[in-house]
């Protein structure tokens, strides 16, 4: 048996932590065959972003093209897009295809440096989201998502490291009733590509089969695990730990729960 593929359509962080590079560590933490779309090029460690550039439309869509012509991909995540024209290239590519989709809509690095174009709002919302099953944003991503005109009908899981309190609540909204996901809350620096983790990891177990909710719920432990599991490198926002984290730990798996 070969094991299941999984793409990732997403920019490169130079330092490992995020991005192309911590999509394809959670791919292969979770037994799945990892493939990728690069769609900008950034300079970048764990104290902050020093460039960031979009790839050519051409470039992305031939990438796309490439994987989806030879393997048999059976989960989808998008991250980091740059800008609206690589946005429609990207939804253009998969739409039609039917593949699980799960969009990061990343706007910030974990420093605040700005990953997203002022005119890409609207090709995400219009383009882009009305291919996903599940989209990932935070709490800042979802209010700035919102004022551009966001549904809130949309299959949303809003991550809740942002808010206060000693407990960070996850919510998934994509059925008739509201899933939460609740961790207490690891004060730690090194955070660095969570959100990319937490969109991958969903992503490997939709392409192992998992339900939606399953899924979700197997990913949220994962990057409890690797913010445990993290090296300690770097003199900034540090990278997880995405190999240690593959397995799950002694402890009690809380189950996702109706909000």
């Not at 990207?90 to 593949?99: E, K, M, S």
């Not at 998502?145 to 206060?164: D, I, N, T």
């Amino acid at each position: 048996m070969t094991a299941p593929v999984a793409l990732t359509i997403a920019g490169s962080d130079s330092g490992g932590g995020a991005g192309i590079q911590a999509d394809l560590k959670t791919f292969e933490a979770h037994g799945v065959y990892g493939t990728s779309v690069l769609t900008l090029v950034t300079a970048q460690n764990t104290c902050g972003v020093r460039g960031a550039w979009p790839l050519p439309p051409g470039q992305v869509a031939a990438q796309l093209e490439a994987v989806l012509d030879d393997f048999p991909v059976a989960a989808v995540k998008t991250g980091a897009l740059g800008n609206a024209d690589l946005m429609r290239v990207v939804a253009a590519g998969l739409r039609g295809r039917g593949l699980p989709l799960v969009v990061d809509p990343v706007m910030l690095a974990k420093g605040g440096d700005p990953l997203l174009a002022p005119d890409a709002l609207e090709a995400l919302l219009e383009e882009l989201f009305p291919l996903a099953t599940l989209i990932t944003p935070n709490v800042p991503e979802w209010t700035a998502l919102q004022a551009a005109g966001a549904s809130e009908a949309l299959p949303l899981l809003l991550k809740g490291g942002h808010a206060p309190g000693e407990t960070v609540v996850d919510t998934l909204r994509a059925g008739p009733h509201p899933l939460t996901l609740t961790a207490p809350r690891q004060y730690t620096r090194h955070t660095h590509g969570t959100g990319c983790t937490l969109s991958a990891a969903i992503a490997a177990h939709l392409a192992r089969g998992l339900t939606l909710p399953a899924a979700v719920g197997e990913a949220h432990l994962y990057v409890q695990r690797a913010l445990r599991a993290a090296p300690g490198l770097g003199a900034g926002h540090g990278p997880l730990g995405h190999r240690e984290a593959g397995q799950p730990s002694a402890a009690v798996r809380p189950a996702p729960h109706p909000a």
